[in-house]
Each structure stands twice: as C-alpha cells, then as structure tokens.
C-alpha cells in the first residue's frame, strides 16, 4: 500500500520541488532556461569537469528516493561537442546498493558486484553533413555532435540487474545529472510508454493488453499533428526488446518502398536469460552474432545488450567492444580498411517489427553452481607482510593473490573472499571478527569491506588512486584507516567510518590527507579512535583528527632519523582510562634498533639493537641480507612478550626488556608478517618463500601449514593412482602435493635451471620434468631419485606426454623438434627424433603434445600453426595433417589467418579432437578422419590458454581471460556454460581429477575446486539450441565436405593474405594407416526411416552411458530397433545407441540422469546410511578369528525381489543388509554368503538351483558390485562391476544363458550378461525409469520391461549378428489405463510389475491398482481392472490364477481363466473368469514373493521385516523369519533365562527372541513412540510383584523399556503383560538400568537428569541433577564391597553423560542411601572428528561426537573402563583407588558401543565405519569384524560370555565367541 502513490508514475523533479533545491542538490554550473523547442523550462548542466557539475536527488547520500517504478524515464539533450555522465543508484532485496552508469566518455563496458558501467554514443539528426561525415568513423567514442537531440531514455531496472549482476531490483535510491547536458525531467513507473501514439493507435496494435500505453502529458514532447514523433526526438530503450518501433505503429497500411533507399534497423534477436547465472561474470559470451548462414534461425546475439534506438545503429570498434548510435542516417557509408582506397561498401538492414511475445524458460549448465572452490595453495602475492589470527585462534587469514583466503589451522578447511580484480596488497580484521578489510594494489586500488563469518561484502570503495598498501580497524571496529597513492605519487591517508556498514552496507569518509613522508605501515591507536601513528623510511609519526582534518606531528629521532622503519605498534596491557603520557609505542627498524617512544612527548625515550646470537652468526644463510643487526620486517606485541620477524629467517620471541630469547624458529627464508593469537599460545610466521607457519608457545612445537610456490607455476600433472600432484614453477622448483591435504610431500629444486613442463607416469610413481634449456629429466618420486636425463632439444621442452600404458614418452620443443622415448625400462632411451615437425614458438606450451586415448596416435601443432599432425604413437610416422585456416567455407567475409594455439583429444567415447584458435575459436574434428564436427566461436575474450574433458565426454573445461569455463560438451543449452573467477594473471592450465570429482587450475597458485556435476546435463530435445556451434557433421552441405581420403580436403583460399608454408598432404603410404573410412559415410545417429505409409511412433531414447571399452570401429555401433507392427500399421524403425562393452574394467559410477526419484513403491531406493565401510581395518585369518557369525536374526523388508525359494528342492534364500542368508527350513539351520559391502537390492536364482546372482549399489566410494554364488560350495564365483547406480531388477533367461540387470532412476540402463564368462553382451538406455524386467519364458531371446510413465518396452537379443545388439519395441498404452482412479489427472501412472502367462497373454500392473492383459503377438492391450487401491508390486500367474501384491498389504487371489478366449475371439467373460477368489492382508507393503506351481503355497517378504509363509487352501499366514524394521537401539540378557534375549529398537515394539531357533517367541508394541532403551532385570529371590505359587518353576525376568515420550514401562514376560508405567521425564528417556537386586530403576534422560523409580510402588523416589544439560549414555552397576577405596556401601552404581563426564555413586537402596563417590571428566579437542564443527552445548553433540561409554570392569574391581571423544581414539582405564587414568588402548575408529565380556578378559567396541572390535582387556589387542550394512548401534555379551550380539540399524547378528 505504501507504493500506490507511485502508480501509474512518478513526475521526480515536481515531486520533490527542484525549483526549491530544499530536497535536492545542485553543485557548479546548473542553471534553468526556457527551450524553445520543448517550450517549456529546462535545467542546463555545463562544466568542464563532470564531477564537479551535477543535480543530485536526494540532497544528501543518507536519504533515499525510495522510487520503486520499474522503468526510468529520462527526458535530456547532450550538449553538443561535451561529455555527460548520469550516475543511479538502485537498492536489491538483500539492501546491496548498485550503481549505474551511462556516459559519452566511457571507452568500453565495465561491469563489477556493484557498478555497472555502459558507454553512450550520441548519433546526429538525419540528412546533415556532419551526420555522414561521422557515420564512417563510428568505432570511437567521443562527445556529443553538434546536431545532437531530445531524448527519452527508458531503462528496465529489472532486467539489467537480473541479466548482469543476477540480482532483483527492489527500489531507486539516487540519481545524480552531471554536465554537460539539457534534463527536462525524470519520471518513474511500472508502464512502458510509448511516445508519438494515441490511445486508439496502441488499442488498434494491441499493445494496452501487453502492458504499453501511450505517453502521458507530462511526459510527452511537443509534436505538430503533420509530424512524426521519430523524426524530431530519440527514444532509447534498454534492452532493446522493450522497443516496439514507433516510427511505424500500426501494422497497417503495410510500408511501401524501396529498401535500398529506406534502410532499416535489424532489431537483435532475444535470449531469455534472466535466470542464468553465469551471465553475471561474462556478459560477452550472453548473446551470439547476428546469422550468417542463409536459412539457419539464429536464436541468440553476438553483441551485448543494447541500448536500443529507433533506427538504431550497433557497431564494434577495433578491440571488439559494443557501441550505441541513436538516429543512424537513412543511408550509412562505412569505410572498410580491408578492402583498400577508393572501395566502398553500402550496407542496408530492413526494420522488423517486433511483436509482444512470451518469453521462454532458459536452458542453463546444472548444477549451477557446478564448481566450488575447495582449497588454494598459495600465499601472497602483491605482499607477504600480512596474515592475522582470528579472535579465537582457530583461523588464519591471509592474502592470496586476488583472494583472501581465512583457514582453519586444525582441519585445513577454507574459506574464500572472491571480488578482487588484482593482487591483494594488504587486510585487517577487527578484534571481534566481525568485519574484514582487503585493499587491492595496481591501477585500480579498491577496498572491500566483508562480513567475516558469512563472506558477503558489504561495501566497496575506490579512493586512493593506485598502490594501496596498508589498511587498520580501530579497535572497536568503527574506523578503518588505510595508505595508499594519489594521482600524484603522493602517499594519501583516508580514515572512513565503518559503523554503520553492517547495516547500511555504506561507509564515509572522515578525513584525508596527503604527504610526500614515506609510510609503510600504519596503526590506529587502541585508546582514541582519532589518534594514529605511521612509520617509514627515515621518520615515525603520530597523527590526529580533529575538526575533520588529519594532522600530523614528527617524532625527534635524533641520531636515529636515517633508519627504514618497517613496523609499528602500541603498548598492549593498558586501556582508555590510564593517562597517555603512560603509553609508549615501539618501532622497528632494517638495521634491528627497536626504538620506545613516547607518545606525549613525540620522543624517543628508550632504543634497543637486536643482534644474533653468537653461535648462529655463523649459520645465517648468506643470501639473507641481515647487515650488522638483524634486519627487522614485523614485530607484534602483547602483555607477556613481543614477536620479531627477520631478514635471517627467524622467528623470535622476546621479553618486553628485550634481554634475551625466548623461542626462536629458523625458516627458509625472510619472516615478513608475524601476529599473536588473542590467549598470547600461537605465534602466526609468514615468509617471503610463501610459507606460513604456527609456533605453539607452551609445547615449542612448530607446524608449517602452508606451503606454496612463489613465482607463477607454468604447469602440473596428477597421478592417478596415488592422487599427487606435481606442479613446477618460475621459482626453479618442482613439488609434489597430496590431493587430500593440499600439504607438501616432496619438493625438487633446479636452482641454474627453470623447469617447465611436467608429466606423471600413467602407472608407476614417477614423472618427468622439462626444462627451459631444452633437458628432460625423469624422476622417482618415492626414491627421490633422477632414472634419466636427456638433451634432445635445443629450446625450451614446451610438451611432454605418456602414452596411457607407459611404454612411450614424448617430448617436444619450442624450436620445432619432437622426441620418442622407450618407458618399458628405467633407461628411458631415445627411439626417434624429428626436426621442424612441431610449429616454433613457446606459445603452444605446456601441453604442446596430445595423446589418444588409446595411444596409437598423437596430435600437435605443425609443422606450422595453420596445421595440425596426427602421427603414430610408436613411429612417429605421419598419419593424418589438418588444415584449419579454412575450415568455415560459408564465411567469406573473414580477411585473418586463424591459427591454431591448443590441440586436446577427447575419451574414447567421443573419438574427437579438440582445436583451439587465436581467434578465440574452439574446433571438434573427429579424431580418426579429421572432419571438422563442429565449431564453437569465442570460447573467451582472449585466447585460451589450456582445455580438458571430463572421463565421460560430458563437460569441457577452458581457461582464458583469468577465468575458467565449465561447458556442456554438447552445447545443447541456452547456455552451454558457467564461468568462475578468483585467478589474478593467466591461467596455465587445467585438468579435471582422474576421480571426476576434483579440478585443478594452475597459474599463480594452485586451486582445487570440487566438481559438483553428479548428473548427466539434459539430453538434447528438439527444441533446443546449439549455443554458437556450426555442426558440419549434420549438415545438409556435408555431402561436399565428405571425402573419400583420411586427409581432410583443402578448399581454396577466401583470403590474399600469404601464408608461411602451404599445407602438406599426408602419407598415404604410413605404416599407421586409418582404414576404416565408414563413418564418412554414414547417416546420423539420431536418423528415422519409415516404410511408406507409416506412422512415426514417439520413442524417447534417454542418455547413453559411456561405454566402459569402446568398439572396434571408430564409430559407435548403431543398432536397428524394428517395431513390430501395431493393429496392422506398417513397422517403424529407428536407431539407438548400443555398444559392446567389457565387465571386467573396472568404471567409476556413471553420471545419472537429471529425474526425480520414482514415487512408486516397487522402485528400490537404498536405505539413508552416514558412514560406509572403514577402509582401515584388521581382519584375522579364519582360523585366529576370535568371532564367528553364527546367525542373523531379520530380513530387509527395503529390499526388492531379494528372497528366493524353491518348492522342489526346499532351497531358501533372502538378504539381510549385506548379506546372503541361506536356510534350511527344516532344521533351521543358516548359512552365510558375505562378499557385499553395501546393500543388497535384489537376488536373482538359476532354473537349476546352483548359482545365484546377487547385487549392492553403490555409496560413497563403494561402486555397484555384482556377484556371482556357486551355491552347493557356497563360494563366490565372480564379482563384478556393472555400470549402474543401484540395480532394480535381475532375473536369468530361461536357459540361463543371459543375465539381465536393469539400472535405477539415475541410469535407467539395461545390461545384458553371458553366464558363460559374464561379459557384457551388449547394453542400452531406456527414456525412463524401469521398475522390472521379466524374460518371455514361451519364446527364445525376448523379454519386457515396465516402467514409469506407463512405459512398457518388448525387448529382442539379437543374436544373429557378430556383435550382439537389443532392438526394442515401445508399446502404445491406452488412455484410460493411464488415469487413476484415484486422482483425475491423466499421465500418472506408472507401470510397476508384469508377469508372463500361457497363450501369448502378458499381464501388466499399474501403480492405480489396476492389471492390465496384453497379447504379446501384437504387443496390445485387450482388457485391464481394478485390482487394489494401492501399488500393485508382484503378479504370479499359475494355470489360470493370478495373485496380485501390493503395497497396500493386500494379497489377492484372481480367477483368469477366460482371459484367453476374450483374447482370440472378442468375447465377453463368463461368470467366474475374472473374480476375486480370495484375499488375504499382512503387516506391511510386499517386498518379495515367491509360490509354487499351483499358487496353493508360498513365501511372502514384507516391508516391516517380515517373511511370511501362506497357504491358500488353509488360509493360514505363519511367521518364518521376523524382524525390526527400525534401528535397534537396545539388547539384554538375563542370567536366569539365558536360552532369550530382548531387544527393543525405533518402531516402538520390545521383542523377545529364542536365542536356538531365532524364533520372536514375545513382542509388546507401543505406538507413536519409539522405545530408546531396555534393561532386564537382575536374578533375585525377593524379586517385586510375584507370587509365591511361581517359585517353584524357571520365571522370566522383568524387563523395563524407556520411550521418547519421558515413560518407563515394564513388563512381566511370565505373564505377557505390562505391570507397571512410569512417566519419571519430561523428555525422551536416553538410559536406563535396574539396581543390583531389582529393587530401583535408574532411568536417565536427553535432559540430563536422572531418576531413581520404584518398581513397588511406581514412585520417583530421587532425581539426580549432577549431569543436567548434557544427555546420560548409560549406566552400569556393580555388586563391589571393595573397602580399600573407601565405599562402604554395598553396591556401586555410575551413570555416563554425553559431555564426557561420569559420576560414581555408592548406594544401599534399602536404607535409602546415595552418595557421589567419585567424579570423572575427560579431556577433548574444541572441535568435532572431522575438524569443521565447533564444539556445541545441549542436544547438539548426540549428532557430533561420539557418544561416552563407561562400564565396571568385571576383572579388575577398581577400574572404569571409559570410551568417548578425546584428544585421541583410546579406551582409558580408571583407577578409583588411584584416582587416574592408569593405562590406555588405542583404537582405530570412534567408538559408538561399548561391552565387557563378563566371564572372559575381552571388551567388544562398535563403530560408525561398520566395524566390530574384539580386544583383549589386557593387552589391548584387537580384531576387526565385518557383516552389518550400518554404523553399529549396540554391543552386548550373553551371562556366560560365549555369545556376543551386534546390532546395526534393523540387523542383529549373533556371534559365537571362540576365545
């Protein structure tokens, strides 16, 4: 309501009453006049110097205009032959204040976060002589001609802040006119006007129902009603798609004349991209050029937006930039250079109308984001005199180049402060980090405020005009001061007010001043914000504010004046009270003088000189220039002592007296920056090596954390096995760094020698170097050691490459020369040398050389840069020469020679390679024949300097103009790309990690980013558009094109220019010749061939998966898919990508498909899991095993088809996590198939019973594993790799012969196996996600599949080929059977089970519950029902019955007997045919099923964990195996019943089991409540609430639970009733316990507190407070009398708390007796395990630390044995006696459960890695167990120690224990 005084516009200059000049600001020449054109007042803005001469509204920067009208209407006239500039300011949502700019004087476009810069070029009125006098020379920018005009100029506020800076536009803050103009007015609104029309004229056009009407009064320039409006005034509309040509507004009558005599402006065609993000960095590369193919629909730009005029005129100057002309000349004469003296050029466009159109959706590179910067190694820059502490200690923040980068020196974590444009020369941070200043140095020096806990930058200032140096906050934070140069080369001081930038995001200046003094650091005094003092060459200074003005005052050195001061600062230890006469501030100098001075008296009153010690003046290294004292770069000072850095390398702590040292570190080279940490424990070092480094004052303990190069690094390399990477640099050395840590590993210097260019050895752990004076080394990275050193070129080595076997080495050189090199030993000898084979020049490196994936053939630029070779890897003979200079035989506008800068070949399941030109160009050619592919145009404002691709073809990456381009390799998109900045200078190169996950660019640091694209991009429809990409391999031309040579045939020249060397044929007589030639020739893949008559069927065919081993031919297979014909239309054929592929490589997980989930019951998503498995453990030999699994008590209900049985032969199998059970229902007896890791989806069973098939998908760094059981020997035949995701299906053919297994949504593939040697046969991709697959059992070869969308595909193994291939037939479904009955929508129904009946008749079943029968000869569908209300998941047909699961827990039994003749004769169904004939509901969604011949008996698996056994005759359901479907969270045994034990877990129920038979023999359910805890009480003979007829006989004991809703209900298992509830918390219950003899419940909360209940009389007899806020974990008790330390109570009993804290409390509950007896706290780190969370309060550490587990030892009496989170993995044994910690064991993971054996010494740990650990109580040594697919939740031993129980989400393994 507050805008609606905005509507329908704002009249700015009447609204504010500029007459008045109260509300606004008028500065130099601004004066009103009467113009007589406009006959109205205008204001008229003179001035030699625009920024002195300007209207601003509001009057001052603190106000707003708060105008919130989307367009901006400015109604101004450029005075001719002058410059003008108008400055806007516009607020976004987020408050972010965005200037806008427009001017005549700006050269070029410019764009940052928060300026937008757009030049402005004026044009002249029609038919006068200066306008065609200027028309030729319009690539300048300059002043307004003199015939310049009225204009009305019209700015969408949404769009340019949408389009450039991806912001929303909330409000206009200010507006500022300055000289040299005519304003009239400025207006504001949410309507686009239109000037010149009538209301009736726009009605007539229908532009009021597209939001334009016409210009209002106030508005609108005076017109004669004989006139038209364009020919007297401009209008400019930006961006150009608002405009809607006035000079021509009605569509009728239609526009007659010559066009050769009315040019007209060709309007620029429209992109929507007003949600790509990437525009905001690179705004070139947003729009294409105009097209230049005839006939080809060009849908994007080439030039930036523009400012669009009517007959507007766009024109590029010489270095490529946009400019604006308004009003271009009815006829334009340019003047072409190019085509010499005298030559003319008339150019005419024609006008096109636009119309009102809709914009559509962009296409964008997902995930957008898709890199983030991980880590960077590298420090400084433009300086290494800064890096600060953080107020905690935890974080380092320093410099790097462009960024800032702030660590984490525990974890090595990072965070980046990214918005520099040139080196960073200088930060400061304030005392409470809650703001960061960065001032870059260079030309353009900035300073950048940021929110140092979120990274935003909150504002941005440019003051001084180059060589910022300093920057210092005050120490409230309110002032910032900082040094820099003026215009002069003077230094220049600014103190701006930063109070208020945190809420405002603006900062103001206070004061500046200027001197000719030298300043090299300056502080602001801790005391008074208005008080500084600086230092510098020959002279100190202390400096004052007052009444704005900054003033400053010498302090008298005397005899010291001709010291270079370095570093400055305060006293510390005083505060704002004390007299300042009491503070001294120090200063030191090069020559090592440490001077006090007085601050009142401007004085020196005390000076120290710093000498080295004596025994270490010897030692200094002699390249440090330490002079006569020690040459002081930076000293910090605190209360206890001061900091010294040096030229000598050191690192010096002194007393405040300075007598002598306390610490000293030596480091590699200078210290230049040194800083305290706020406690006065840490001492932050950097040096000038680029080393950063962190002195722990109390333990003397120094830990280098960063490492880095400090010259530009010109190349780097990464073994793929071992994940280093090895980089060399200008500074002479070659490093080798860990992937993971980003730390150091080896470092080679070459001191008289530069390297250049590196390489890793594709297998071993060695590289190769090259050098700039033409050697080759090859080094041994774990020997540290030179193999081989050769000097075959006499220039510098700008290439080096392997062959991807590591049998070949080649070099090449920048003076033409190319070297072959044997690998196969260490000697690395020499095989063949050419000269003047590679194109001269050092441009081409570092990766001059390019090598197949294969390794036949390598590719390079030459013999000169218009060519590129392709020879034989092992020869060196030429194969194949490329011509590029004349690849675009269209255009023959072009006069340059292009040449070519970077050659890169793609994998193998592209079979391209990759050009890049020095006209920014990027060429695809495909690598066997050398025909140009495609070709993609300014790829980057400069040329590129490095490419790569990803493993599987999707992406590209390219560096140029300091950014780095992430592209869709395809260029289906909108926008085919995303740009990322942060690199200050070139990039060198770039490579993507052999995992995929990782990317490296190199310049001057190394950045690793994490690549974030974990899909495939969209799969090119259509509709979509090739972003700048000309595909010659498509194109209708290509028949000229083809030839029938491997030598791309050369077209004649289009150019006069010379070339150097004409290009060479190749040898056709090479001994590496390429002779498949059919790709030339053949179709696209992607072609339709219809039989006459035909009907085209729409078949979506989804992503191919890169293949795994490509085929022979250089092509990928095409494989004909046939459809069988349909009610008698003729067949469709189409073509699908299918290759032969190897199972035994083993791939990394496929990039998946950009779908949703399936919503369907059927489809199988893997269970949420946080840990994998310990990739770290200790496994003993089978027969040292100290456990051996003796059973697995559940089935997992989320798997799908995982149980199998058989009828005849009684085999029974099912899965349990990742496990394969195999039991005898007879004798109950289990056997174990354990070989998977994660967990099992599905099994699959051979017709003869005897291999089973079984498959895990994948998590983590698990990939999906496939194995293969030998069931009679129980061993594991085969296991394989299969390129899925997840598999949802796999079932054998009926011979066996083939496997078939189906991906999940992410894959959405089909791999078809051999059985005889498992290979891949052949693979395809299906469009949507399948949910089953079933072979045909009545036919040979042929199977189905269902899957979303109602997608039902018949399926042919085409065997008759040599190469095995699928054909496939897409089934058309009918309408209805689409529908729900549920919802009215159409198209939501998928497809989710079919199974095979006799006759040719399929069943199909729906996820609306319907069945549906098809005849499988026609592949149609004759009748369908209503089966269920729910997912129909499983169909079972047997001898005229079917039996239809479903989710919905229904099991019904159909009688289809009929089904057969209503198929062949049309009939209806007799009585009886089709009824339901019997139902049956169980205890969740149907998992699994499995019947007999007959459907009279089966075996049904469930979702809750339940395999059921059914008879229909009987209609009976029996339990065989039973389960948790939740996480166990407890179990217990009791001596007195040791044959039962209990268990409890989050679905509510408490369960007792039969530990013989595994039998669930009891279950009391709770719902809505999950049960968190148990205990079973102790043996006693007074035991509460029994009689005394029940002592006679064996009793069951009590047991108690405790729940999330606070209660603690026990239970009497005789009597199979709950006895007693208690409700002792308010919150969830965490632990719980009986005392020794039962009569007490101890229960413990997530609150803390703990309550001692009654089970007699049900009361809370006592609340314990000691651990309130922190959780308790457990509670042990024990029956100890140990009088020797002191407790004469009877029993002890201690409780455990998540905080690390354990109280021990001594008990006699009959006298009501209970006293703390000891108190436990463990130390631990101020982090989390993985070092990136801090430590936090309350309930948040149950999610961030392991839990605190302590327990009595059974061996020893006094001792506590305690597991938790600490300074390291241990278990800790306490002495209460002693009261210490009298040993430790270490421990290779966490602990998260903890058991004593109580007969034996063993203990028993679980982990979150999936692992159980026996140890030995004694000696602490341990082994490792595997089995359960979940971090393991409980441990717990039997009474008599012979069994150990396990529990790991809903898994409970029991254990027999054999030591």
């Keep these: 309501m507050s805008h609606l005084w905005q509507h329908p516009y704002v009249n700015v200059f009447k609204h504010f009453n500029l007459s008045s000049w109260k509300k606004s600001t008028k500065e130099g020449e601004v004066a009103s006049s009467m113009d007589k054109q406009l006959k109205g007042t205008v204001y008229k803005i003179t001035g030699s110097i625009p920024a002195g001469n300007y209207i601003q509204l509001p009057k001052t920067s603190s106000q707003s205009l708060g105008l919130s009208g989307r367009y901006f209407y400015l109604l101004f006239k450029p005075i001719p032959s002058k410059y003008f500039v108008v400055h806007i300011d516009l607020v976004t949502p987020d408050n972010l204040v965005v200037r806008l700019s427009f001017s005549n004087l700006f050269k070029e476009f410019k764009a940052t976060s928060t300026w937008l810069q757009f030049p402005f070029l004026c044009n002249t009125d029609r038919g006068c002589a200066f306008g065609y006098a200027s028309a030729g020379n319009k690539e300048k920018a300059g002043p307004a001609p003199i015939s310049s005009r009225w204009t009305v100029l019209c700015l969408d506020f949404h769009y340019i802040l949408s389009m450039y800076l991806n912001r929303k536009f909330s409000y206009m803050k200010s507006v500022k006119l300055c000289a040299n103009m005519l304003v009239r007015n400025i207006f504001t609104s949410d309507f686009l006007y239109e000037p010149g029309l009538t209301v009736e004229e726009v009605k007539k056009a229908g532009g009021i129902s597209n939001g334009m009407s016409p210009m209002p009064r106030e508005m609108a320039f005076p017109l004669m009603k004989t006139d038209n409006w364009s020919d007297h005034y401009d209008l400019i509309r930006f961006p150009a798609e608002l405009s809607s040509n006035p000079t021509q507004p009605m569509p009728y009558p239609p526009c007659k004349g010559n066009p050769d005599e009315n040019p007209r402006h060709v309007v620029p065609r429209l992109v929507d991209v007003s949600r790509c993000t990437t525009e905001k960095v690179s705004l070139i590369h947003s729009q294409t050029s105009l097209p230049k193919l005839p006939g080809k629909k060009i849908t994007v730009t080439k030039e930036l937006p523009s400012v669009n005029v009517h007959d507007l005129s766009i024109s590029r100057d010489d270095n490529g930039e946009v400019h604006i002309y308004a009003n271009p000349s009815d006829q334009v004469v340019v003047h072409r250079p190019d085509h010499g003296p005298g030559k003319v050029q008339k150019s005419a466009t024609k006008r096109i109308v636009e119309d009102f159109s809709t914009k559509k959706e962009c296409k964008t590179l997902l995930p957008d984001p898709i890199l983030q910067l991980k880590r960077i190694i590298g420090y400084g820059g433009a300086s290494h005199k800064y890096c600060l502490w953080s107020s905690d200690g935890k974080v380092v923040v320093y410099p790097c180049h462009a960024v800032v980068v702030a660590m984490n020196v525990n974890s090595g974590h990072q965070r980046f402060f990214i918005g520099h444009t040139d080196k960073v020369s200088c930060v400061s941070l304030t005392i409470n980090d809650a703001l960061l200043a960065t001032g870059q140095t260079g030309s353009m020096s900035v300073v950048r405020v940021w929110n140092f806990r979120t990274g935003e930058c909150l504002a941005m200032c440019k003051t001084h005009v180059h060589s910022l140096h300093a920057l210092c906050f005050s120490l409230s934070g309110n002032v910032l001061c900082g040094v820099g140069k003026d215009g002069h080369s003077k230094n220049m001081i600014v103190l701006w007010n930063t109070s208020k930038v945190s809420k405002t995001r603006e900062i103001t200046v206070i004061s500046k001043a200027h001197t000719d003094v030298d300043i090299q650091c300056m502080k602001i005094a801790p005391f008074d914000e208005t008080r500084l003092v600086s230092c510098g060459r020959d002279n100190v200074r202390l400096w004052r504010v007052k009444d704005g003005c900054l003033r400053s005052g010498p302090v008298h050195l005397a005899e010291y004046h001709n010291m270079e001061f370095t570093d400055v600062c305060f006293e510390a230890g005083y505060n704002a009270r004390k007299d300042p006469a009491d503070r001294l501030v120090y200063a030191c100098s090069r020559t090592g003088y440490i001077v006090e001075i007085d601050y009142q008296k401007l004085s020196i009153r005390h000076v120290r000189r710093l000498l080295p010690n004596a025994g270490k003046s010897k030692q200094e290294k002699q390249s440090f220039n330490s002079g006569g004292g020690i040459s002081i770069n930076g000293m910090k000072i605190n ?176 003076l033409g020369s190319i070297a072959l090199y044997d690998c196969s030993d260490n000697s690395y000898e020499l095989i063949r040398l050419l000269g003047n084979t590679v194109a001269r020049g050092e441009k081409f490196g570092p990766d001059a050389v390019a090598v197949s994936p294969r390794g036949e053939y390598i590719a390079f630029i030459g013999p000169t840069e218009y060519t590129i070779s392709v020879a034989s890897g092992r020869s060196l003979d030429e194969v194949m020469r490329i011509d590029i200079t004349h690849m675009n035989v269209v255009d023959n ?216 081993k490509a085929p022979s031919s250089d092509e990928d297979e095409a494989v004909v898919i046939i459809s069988k014909s349909f009610q008698g239309e003729s067949p469709h054929v189409r073509q699908v990508k299918s290759s032969n592929i190897s199972s ?23 269970r949420e899991k946080s840990h994998s498995l310990a990739q770290r453990r200790y496994t003993a030999p089978p027969n040292q095993a100290g456990l051996k699994l003796k059973s697995v008590i559940g089935y997992n209900g989320n798997g799908r088809g995982n149980m199998v049985w058989q009828p005849d032969s009684g085999l029974f199998i099912y899965t349990s996590g990742c496990v394969v059970i195999v039991e005898d229902l007879n004798t109950s007896s289990q056997q174990f198939l354990q070989g998977h890791v994660e967990e099992i989806s599905t099994i699959a069973l051979q017709s003869d019973c005897q291999v089973l098939a079984s498959v895990s998908g994948t998590f983590e760094q698990s990939a999906c594993q496939l194995c293969v059981w030998d069931l009679p020997q129980l061993v594991c035949k085969r296991s394989l790799t299969p390129p899925h995701c997840e598999v949802v299906s796999l079932a054998y053919s009926r011979d066996d012969r083939f496997l078939l297994s189906v991906g999940d949504y992410r894959d959405c593939s089909v791999v078809v196996w051999s059985t005889y040697d498992y290979t891949v046969l052949t693979q395809s991709t299906a469009a949507k996600p399948i949910h089953e697959v079933r072979w045909d059992p009545y036919t040979a070869n042929e199977f189905a599949s269902v899957g979303a ?59 609306s519950g319907r069945v549906s029968a098809w005849d499988t000869r026609s592949n149609t569908c004759f009748i369908h029902w209503e089966a269920d209300f729910s997912d129909i998941d499983f169909l079972v047909c047997r001898h005229g019955r079917l039996l239809t699961a479903s989710s919905g827990r229904n099991l019904r039994l159909w009688s289809v007997q009929d089904i057969e003749g209503l198929k062949s004769h049309g009939e209806s169904l007799h009585n009886g045919g089709l009824t339901m004939e019997d139902e049956m509901s169980l205890d969740g969604a149907v998992a699994s099923i499995a019947f007999d011949d007959i459907l009279e008996m089966g075996i049904v698996g469930t979702s809750s964990g339940t395999l059921w056994y059914i008879n229909w005759s009987e209609r009976t359901s029996i339990r065989l ?213 801090k430590l936090k309060s309350g309930q948040d550490l149950q999610n961030t630390l392991p839990p605190s587990l302590a327990k009595f030892s059974t061996d020893e009496p006094d001792i506590i044995v305690y597991i938790g989170y600490g300074m390291q993995r241990q278990v800790s044994f306490y002495s209460m006696a002693q009261r210490k910690v009298v040993r430790t064991a270490a421990l290779t993971h966490w602990g998260t459960c903890l058991d004593i054996c109580p007969t034996g010494s063993l203990m028993a740990l679980g982990s979150k890695e999936r692992l159980v650990k026996l140890m030995d109580y004694y000696e602490g040594s341990f082994q490792d167990f595997t089995g359960m697919n979940d971090s393991m939740q409980v441990v717990k031993f039997s009474p008599d120690g012979r069994l150990l129980f396990t529990a790991a989400h809903s898994e409970i393994f029991v254990w027999e224990v054999l030591v």
């Design 639 to 814: 209360e206890s002592f001061c900091v010294t850095g040096s030229d000598d390398g050191y690192l010096r702590l002194w007393p405040l007296d300075f007598s002598r040292v306390f610490l000293e570190a030596v480091h590699e080279g200078p210290v230049t920056a040194v800083d305290i940490s706020a406690d006065g424990t840490k001492v932050l070092a950097g040096t000038s090596s680029g080393n950063l480094g962190v002195l722990d004052v109390c333990s003397r303990d120094y830990t280098t954390i960063m490492r880095s190069h400090t010259k530009k690094i010109t190349s780097l390399s990464v073994d793929p096995y071992r994940k280093h990477i090895v980089t060399v640099a200008e500074d002479h050395t070659i490093r080798v760094w860990d992937s993971d840590s980003l730390q150091q590993l080896y470092d080679f210097s070459a001191p008289k020698e530069c390297p250049c260019v590196v390489c890793y050895h594709p297998l071993g752990q060695i590289f190769s170097c090259g050098f700039e004076g033409g050697t080759v080394k090859v080094f041994n990275v774990s020997t540290t050691s030179m193999l081989a050193e050769h000097r075959q070129h006499w220039g510098k080595v700008i290439g080096l490459a392997y062959s991807p076997n590591g049998d070949y080495m080649y070099s090449v050189g920048s």
């Design 893 to 1108: 506008s072009r006069t340059e020679v292009d040449s070519a800068l970077k050659v890169v070949y793609t994998p193998e399941s592209l079979n391209q390679l990759l050009v890049t030109t020095a006209s920014n160009k990027l060429l695809k050619f495909n690598a066997k024949t050398g025909r140009l592919l495609a070709e993609v145009e300014h790829i980057h404002r400069t040329p590129c300097t490095s490419l790569d691709t990803t493993a599987d073809g999707c992406y590209l990456a390219t560096a140029g103009d300091r950014v780095v381009k992430i592209w869709d390799y395809n260029m289906n998109l909108d926008i085919n790309f995303q740009v990322f900045i942060g690199h200050s200078e070139a990039i060198n190169q770039v490579q993507f990690m052999p995992d995929g996950q990782s990317f490296l660019s190199a310049g001057e640091a190394l950045y690793l980013w994490d690549f974030l694209a974990d899909k495939q991009p969209t799969p090119y429809l259509p509709e979509g558009r090739n972003y700048q990409e000309r595909d010659w391999f498509h194109s209708k031309d290509n028949t000229d094109i083809v030839t029938n040579s491997p030598v791309r045939r050369v077209f004649d020249s289009f150019t006069d220019l010379p070339r150097q060397t004409p290009p060479k044929p190749a040898k056709y007589d090479s001994p590496v010749r390429i002779d498949d030639l059919s790709s030339i020739h053949r179709a696209s893949d992607t072609d339709e061939v219809n039989s006459e008559g035909s009907v085209k069927e729409a078949v979506i065919v989804g992503p191919r998966i890169p293949p795994q």
């Design 1144 to 1166: 035994e490589s083993n791939t990394q997980k496929q990039k998946s498909v950009h779908v949703e989930k399936p919503s369907v019951h059927k489809h199988f998503i893997q």
């Design 1349 to 1407: 969308g109602g997608n039902l595909l018949f399926w042919l193994l085409d065997e008759t080929s040599p190469n095995v291939s699928l054909n496939v037939h897409e089934a058309r479904v009918p309408s209805d059977l689409l529908r729900s009955h549920v919802t009215a929508s159409p198209f939501v129904t998928d497809f989710t089970s079919l199974e095979y009946a006799g006759g040719s008749v399929l069943y199909v079943a729906t996820s």
């Design 1521 to 1733: 195996v039973s389960g948790h479907s939740k996480q166990v969270n407890g179990v217990g045994m009791s001596v007195a019943c040791p044959n039962h034990f209990v268990t409890c877990a989050d679905d509510g129920s408490l369960r007792v089991w039969s530990v013989a038979d595994r039998e669930q023999v009891l279950q009391f359910q709770v719902t809505d409540q999950k049960c968190s805890c148990l205990t079973v009480s102790p043996e006693s003979r007074d035991r509460p609430g029994r009689s005394g007829n029940q002592a006679g006989r064996p009793q069951m004991p009590y047991v108690a639970g405790g729940y999330t809703d606070g209660t603690v209900r026990m239970f009497d298992i005789d009597k199979v009733e709950m006895v007693l509830k208690l409700h002792p918390h308010a919150v969830s219950v965490t632990a719980i316990s009986f005392s020794d003899h039962g009569r007490m419940i101890l229960s413990g909360g997530s609150d803390g507190l703990i309550a001692v209940s009654s089970p007699t009389t049900g009361l809370t007899v006592r609340v314990i407070t000691d651990h309130k806020g922190a959780h308790i974990t457990n509670f042990d008790v024990t029956a100890s009398q140990e009088q020797e330390f002191g407790v004469s109570a009877p029993v002890l009993w201690l409780a455990c708390s998540i905080d690390r804290r354990v109280s021990v409390w001594s008990a006699d509950w009959s006298k009501d007796f209970c006293e703390l007896v000891d108190w436990l706290t463990f130390p631990a780190p101020a982090y989390a395990p993985e070092g990136s969370v």
